[in-house]
């Protein structure tokens, strides 16, 4: 199926580093979505942007919807040893397209402490 | 309110077999999403439901099927249990009234296929 390309795969990361991820496609997204998996739990959205160029910010989370609609990313920062975990980017495409999401594969993050 | 549950978390099946999954969506949501996830392909959409309709399909093979209860409760079955469906299944609920509403995940069932 579609996927988006997610990057970094993996990061290990020394605790109060920042972090930044993104997400990039060929196609153009309506919306990206940025979810966190923790072991054994479902993703929990984290940020949700519905314009080219919006910038929303969640507590030390900040991430961006690329001007072009093809690409996103995600910044942590100052982390902490929460903030492992994988981090899943999302993007629907325009209407027309049906309402399913494209999902990254994933950036897994850990935080040494 | 309570969460997005899914029953069984846990489930060994041999190939061959067929299994049963089941969703309960957080009270007052209408859209039930089933999503298959494994390391090398991430989450893979496979179907959603609301009202009782599936509204929306993912590429899965026919041995893929699910159904949705007027109390939006979902189950997904999967028949002829191959090695390559071990997975952990995601159940996702939605009011589903909007274009895209939040999508609010359960734990999941981990299907081990033996």
């Known amino acids: 199926g579609q996927q988006l390309n997610q990057s970094p795969q993996s990061m290990f990361i020394q605790e109060g580093e920042d972090v930044s991820m993104n997400c990039t496609s060929s196609?153009?997204?309506?919306?990206w979505l940025w979810y966190k998996q923790d072991p054994g739990e479902g993703p929990v959205l984290l940020i949700a942007?519905?314009?080219a160029g919006e910038l929303t910010s969640n507590g030390r989370l900040t991430a961006q919807f690329g001007i072009t609609r093809k690409d996103s990313f995600l910044n942590i920062s100052a982390s902490i040893p929460s903030d492992v975990g994988i981090y899943f980017c999302?993007?629907?495409?325009?209407?027309?397209?049906?309402?399913?999401?494209?999902w990254g594969l994933g950036t897994s993050l850990a935080v040494n402490p | 309110k309570a969460g997005v549950t899914q029953t069984p978390r846990y489930l060994i099946k041999t190939r061959g077999q067929q299994v049963t999954l089941s969703c309960s969506p957080i009270?007052?949501?209408?859209?039930v999403s089933w999503y298959q996830q494994t390391p090398g392909q991430g989450l893979q959409f496979l179907f959603e439901?609301?009202?009782?309709?599936?509204?929306n399909k993912g590429n899965f093979p026919g041995r893929f099927s699910g159904r949705q209860f007027s109390n939006s409760r979902s189950e997904m079955n999967v028949s002829t249990l191959e090695l390559g469906d071990s997975a952990l299944y995601l159940c996702?609920?939605?009011?589903?009234?909007?274009?895209?509403?939040?999508?609010?995940f359960g734990p999941g069932t981990r299907l081990t296929v033996l």
């Open positions: 996702a609920s939605s009011p589903g009234r909007l274009y895209l509403d939040t999508q609010y």
């Open positions: 009270s007052g949501h209408r859209s």
């Open positions: 439901y609301f009202s009782e309709t599936q509204r």
């Open positions: 196609s153009i997204f309506n919306t």
């Open positions: 942007l519905y314009k």
């Open positions: 999302a993007g629907q495409l325009p209407a027309g397209n049906n309402r399913k999401l494209i």
